[in-house]
Nanobody, 120 residues
Framework: VQLVESGGGSVQAGGSLRLSCAASGYTYSSYCMGWFRQSPGKEREAVAT???????KYSDSVKGRATISVDNAKNTLYLQMYSLVPEDTAMYYC????????????????WGQGTQVTVS
């Protein structure tokens, strides 16, 4: 099982970005997935999660500015972010688990290597 993020980069404040997380070895349709981020000197925090039935959850910091989604045919998880602000600067990680109730707390079975987002 492998998760590979992509789509990070540098963007100006007010811009948008779409992060992708491609999975191999299992299907998203039976997994709960999420995006997390960590800035230097800060703890990792949950950004958004999506359960196998499509139920989503967002952190207050991105609510209204982000959309998490899954393309099961492509086995890819996405995070579309809008109206980016410098505080969104962080390394973004995707993660997944069968234990959905633990995911928001960061208890995931699998983690990607991360993709850097820098907003200036």
């Amino acid at each position: 099982v492998q998760l590979v993020e992509s789509g990070g980069g540098s963007v100006q404040a007010g811009g948008s970005l779409r992060l992708s997380c491609a999975a191999s070895g299992y299907t998203y349709s039976s997994y709960c997935m999420g995006w997390f981020r960590q800035s230097p000197g800060k703890e990792r925090e949950a950004v958004a999660t999506i359960e196998s039935d499509g139920v989503t959850k967002y952190s207050d910091s991105v609510k209204g500015r982000a959309t998490i989604s899954v393309d099961n045919a492509k086995n890819t998880l996405y995070l579309q972010m809008y109206s980016l602000v410098p505080e969104d600067t962080a390394m973004y990680y995707c993660a997944g688990t069968f234990l959905c109730h633990q995911l928001w707390d960061g208890n995931a079975d699998r983690w990607g290597q991360g993709t850097q987002v820098t907003v200036s």
